[in-house]
């Protein structure tokens, strides 16, 4: 089981920025798939959540209207589009499953983790 990130880089404020989360070694489909991000300094947050059977969404405030999460069966892969990105989105933004058709931001619900990319926004 393997979850791996990618689409993190520098990026000017108001730009965007596309994550992917692929996974490998099972199949995403019975999964919720989360987005978090971790600061420096900072405790991990929840950034947004998908379900895979029922396409079900949830956001963090901080990214309603901003940021989209997306799924792509036949890709076996989730994304995260994030626009209009802030310095304070900075962060390393992680992906990952838990085996539930439930949304969640809750971190510690998720069994599967990737090992997160860097997501740097300069002014």
């Known amino acids: 089981v393997q979850l791996v990130e990618s689409g993190g880089g520098l990026v000017h404020a108001g730009g965007s920025l596309r994550l992917s989360c692929a996974a490998s070694?099972?199949?995403?489909?019975?999964?919720?798939v989360g987005w978090f991000r971790q600061a420096p300094g900072k405790e991990r947050e929840g950034v947004a959540s998908i379900s895979r059977i029922d396409g079900g969404t949830e956001y963090a405030n901080f990214g309603k209207g901003r940021f989209t999460i997306s799924s792509d069966n036949a890709k076996n892969t989730v994304y995260l589009q994030m626009n209009n990105l802030t310095r304070e989105d900075t962060a390393i933004y992680y992906c990952?499953?838990?085996?539930?058709?439930?949304?969640?931001?809750?971190?510690?619900?998720?069994?599967?983790w990737g090992q997160g990319t860097q997501v740097s926004v300069s002014s």
């Open positions: 990952a499953a838990r085996w539930s058709t439930r949304v969640t931001l809750d971190h510690q619900a998720y069994h599967y």
């Open positions: 070694g099972f199949a995403f489909d019975d999964y919720t």
